[in-house]
Each structure stands twice: as C-alpha cells, then as structure tokens.
C-alpha cells in the first residue's frame, strides 16, 4: 500500500524564522510530488508542486525533492502568521496512476 | 463566482437515513473526485470521474453511490447512514486526467450522522 509519512506536529516557530516540513513516501516509482495548505475549517488549497529532484522556489516557498531517499520538503522563509496552517504532503505514483495519496498533514503555528 | 461548489455546506442526520451531496465546477475541468476527510484530519479519496466516466473507486461501502451527469457535474448519494459516515467530505476537480495532482477543492459538506 502506498504510504506518505508526515510528522502531525504540531511545528511551532517564530515569526521570521524558517519553517521546514518534511514528507516521506513509500512508492519508489511515484513522479510527482505536492503540498497544499489547508487552514483550519477550509477547504485545502495546491500551493507548490514538484516533479524532479532538487529545489524549487516560489516567494517565500521552497520545495525540495530526493527521489533516492524518498523525502519531499517544504520550507517557508520568513514564517508569518498567517502561514499558520495544516501543511499536506501528497505523491501521485508511477506512469499511468491516477490516484493522489495525501500524508496526514503537519500542523504549523508561526508565534507572532 | 465559486469554482468547485458543493451543497449543502452542512448536514446533520439520523441514522438509516438517506442523503445526497452535490458538486459542480465551472472550470471546464475533465477530472473530479471524491475526498473524505475524517476527524483526524486524513484526507482519502473516494472516487474519481474522467468526462463521466468512473475512473478510480476505492474501497468504500457500497452505500455510497457517485454519478456525474455531465463532465461539470458530480453527485455522492449516501444509502443507510453510519456513525462513521461523519466527516467532511471535498469534491474536487483537476484540468486533465494527467493532472491529478492538481486539484481545485470545494469548500466542503460535513456530515453529521447521529
């Protein structure tokens, strides 16, 4: 069975500091790689996606990839409040799934 | 105007009951589906559509019965509710197929079984 591992937290940092969220996943042959932000009672929302090995920055969000040990990350420069949010890994698998397998999130408060 | 509607937002039921949520994108998205997310939080999907048809339908109880009337369009009709039915259930769609991972989340019908 397909596995994607997340720490629940919850991470609490600083307001400014760096956040880091880490996900592992199961399926050596899984292509593509996401995180979505979902605030507390909303709806979860895409807001990086990754599908090579190495960085890739958007703003103050940087996802990293290493397909050989199987770890996604995320981190968030300059933590800000409302950055404060359940950060869910999730990892489409091989050629031909079509199926996204979600981790079960990392609640992140940033403390002002 | 909403891009991936859901009604109702709420609903608080019986149990034995019967009950429908449904879902409409404007997006001219191909791909929608069917998450639950239970009380700890964890998303799962139920099922997934491609232009009407059904594409994914992962192990859930025969109770739950999707249909997608148009491409636009994807209903989950609940038979004989459970306690363990209660969650929040996402309707979701993706541009393609191929895009599964990029998917555009309504807001959400919680479901309440009592």
């Known amino acids: 069975q397909k596995e994607v591992e997340q720490n629940s937290g919850p991470l609490s940092v600083p307001e400014g500091a760096i956040a880091s969220l880490n996900c592992t996943y199961s399926d050596r042959v899984s292509q593509s790689f996401f995180w979505y932000r979902q605030y507390s009672g909303k709806s979860p929302e895409l807001i990086m996606s990754?599908?090579?090995?190495g960085d890739k920055e958007d703003g103050r969000f940087t996802a990293q990839l290493n397909k050989a040990s199987q770890y996604v990350s995320l981190l968030i420069r300059d933590s800000q409040p409302s950055d404060s949010a359940t950060y869910l890994c999730?990892?489409?698998?091989?050629?031909?799934?079509?199926?996204?397998?979600f981790g079960k999130g990392t609640k992140l408060s940033v403390i002002p | 105007d909403t891009a991936v509607s859901q009604t109702p937002k709420y609903l608080v039921t019986q149990m034995g009951n019967d009950k429908s949520i449904k879902c409409e994108q404007n997006?001219?998205?191909?791909?929608m589906y069917w998450y639950k997310q239970d009380s700890k939080k964890f998303l799962k999907i139920m099922f997934s559509?491609?232009?009407?048809?059904?594409?994914i339908n992962e192990t859930v109880p025969n109770r739950f019965s999707p249909k997608s009337p148009d491409k636009a369009h994807l209903n989950l009709h609940i038979n004989s509710l459970e306690l363990g039915d209660s969650a929040v259930y996402f309707c979701a769609s993706s541009p393609r197929l191929a895009a599964t991972g990029e998917l555009f989340f309504g807001e959400g019908s919680r479901l309440t079984v009592l």
């Open positions: 990754i599908y090579s090995n």
């Open positions: 559509y491609n232009n009407k048809e059904l594409i």
């Open positions: 999730a990892v489409v698998s091989g050629a031909g799934s079509y199926q996204l397998t």
């Open positions: 997006l001219g998205h191909d791909t």
